[in-house]
């Protein structure tokens, strides 16, 4: 045979491979290319980190804001740290329906993945925190979060401890006084712009077709035509608006919640508002259940259902269900070593001029 | 000049060098030859874990162990893991006085480190855990570590994460029920058996003598000759043997403690043991303030002044507690990755069958 014969063999066969695959991953390739097109004019993939010229991830003030995150002892009895809802080995949850915060306080809400949070345009289920850095400047003195009366009450710790002195002079360089309230909102806000967790999906987006697998890829055909991307969408495929949750049918029907939480309305008194909340994120949505605002749904099968009901007033298939679960799981990215790993910290007993319990 | 002229030279150079570092780290050659000798008849590195031939550290249950000691969710209201008072974060520890647990619980003692706790020859302070393993099954139903009323109430939780399934069949392979309470305390404290951290002190001790800052070698001298190693001795430094707390004077005196504890009178109501409690292991104690069965000291140079005062007899100059101090902060290892390092769990919301809170 001559070069020429072969080279003819040999593109036969690649076709008839590629036309293989392409018929075992239940698609075309015309299909196939025409689902991602359809896709990247909906989704966004994931940006390196979730920095702004405003807030920036620069690397002092990140590294401050981690050993910030995972330290229990600025709290009011020093055993809740933001690690304590947001714990590394439940994706950034803590698998609760409601948080247990300080004292032994139930937080009104479910507590979300810290994962790619900071892609949200507000934050907390009712948007009543601007941002990352906001969030977390409040929370130093939540009544859940952190118990303590006022921010002198929090410097006070952090400045017992010796460690955190050079941090932040390091993080906050040519300030007299760098261990302030808001400059721990930043350090913390700096580091969660730092977790961003790239999955599967992202590679697809960014062209690898067969990144995802074809019932996942299935799964994406049916979310985009049933509606989810309605308010699923952009970068975080959710986390840019506010919705009410329960279009078509009132939401505790159907989650079988055992309280009503009636959304932004508790904010703004706006009948507007009620039963409205900001759409959630889907980034790694399989390991993080239990799902909605009040945790009422355990298992995403059961979230993806009464998803289709409320919003949608769609009944869907056990099929359609397991292959919108199957594209949900391919929005699962690896830990970041950032998170995954805890610092140590600098060590110092801070409660022993307290009261000893 | 010839070769021989160049080495006699530089010999002479080498010589003087040695000299100068050898005064300049305050120890002659013989005399930090000697320390050494005497230092190796006292103490022992660190094995490379703290695995037997009845409790092996098995790749498997390793594995599962880690993931156990992690997971929040088979305590009582699915809140407070081991890593909950066993903090990597905080070398182990929670710096707490005394740990709050489950349903808002405050430990009657101060939750030691994890790390290398397996040398330790049994558990708790009162010596009434036989070992790693024992010490974990009791925790599983433990009134302050879980809060569950018994072992099946926690199997249960376990079993209704389905990834827990194949992660027991793995570690204990041709077991028809692989998940049981004494099989859980297997793995986590077959994980614990690994969480050894060599220090600088281990490479001294293999005869790298400036393993060891100046400071830290007159430290340890102290350290052996004021009688500290009467009990702080072997491969923990401590973690060996009981002994009363307070030999020469109340300990409370001394501490400032509130309560008094009576130690393993309590356990036993035999008067010997009035007061008498497991020796700790002195292994990253500089990382693990506060001090004490009840974490009535907050910093280290207190810590060192109490217990010789108390245990001793004897008062300290400034002096020799910077020096014992340096010694002790040479026990200090880094942290293992795979403890400093959170596994990603199997996911599951394993309450939603019960109360939601």
Partial sequence: MNRRAIAAITGTVLIAVLLVAGAFQGLGAEEAAALLTQAQAVFKPLPQDMGTPEFPTTPAPVALGRALFFDPRWTVEGNVSCATCHQPALYGTDALAKSIGVQHRTHPRHAPTVLNAALNFTQHWWGDRKNAEDQAMQALVGVFSSGQPDYAAVIARIKAIEGYTPLFQQAFPGEAEPITAENIGKAIGAYERTLTTPAPFDAFLRGEATALPPMARAGLQRFMSRGCVACHNGVGIGGQMFQKFGVVEEYWKAT???????????????????????????????????????????????????????????????????????????????????FATAPALPPGATRSGETLN
Same sequence: chains 1, 2.
């Fill in 256 to 338: 079988g919640s055992q309280e009503i939480d009636k959304g932004r309305f508790g904010l703004t008194k706006d009948p507007a508002d009620l039963y409205v909340f900001k759409v959630p994120s889907l980034r790694n949505v399989a390991m993080t259940p239990p799902y909605f605002h009040d945790g009422s749904v355990a298992t995403l099968d059961e979230a993806v259902k009464v998803m289709a009901r409320v919003q949608l007033g769609s009944t869907l298939t056990d099929d359609e269900i397991r292959e919108i679960v199957a594209f949900l799981r391919s929005l699962t990215g690896p830990l970041p070593s950032s």
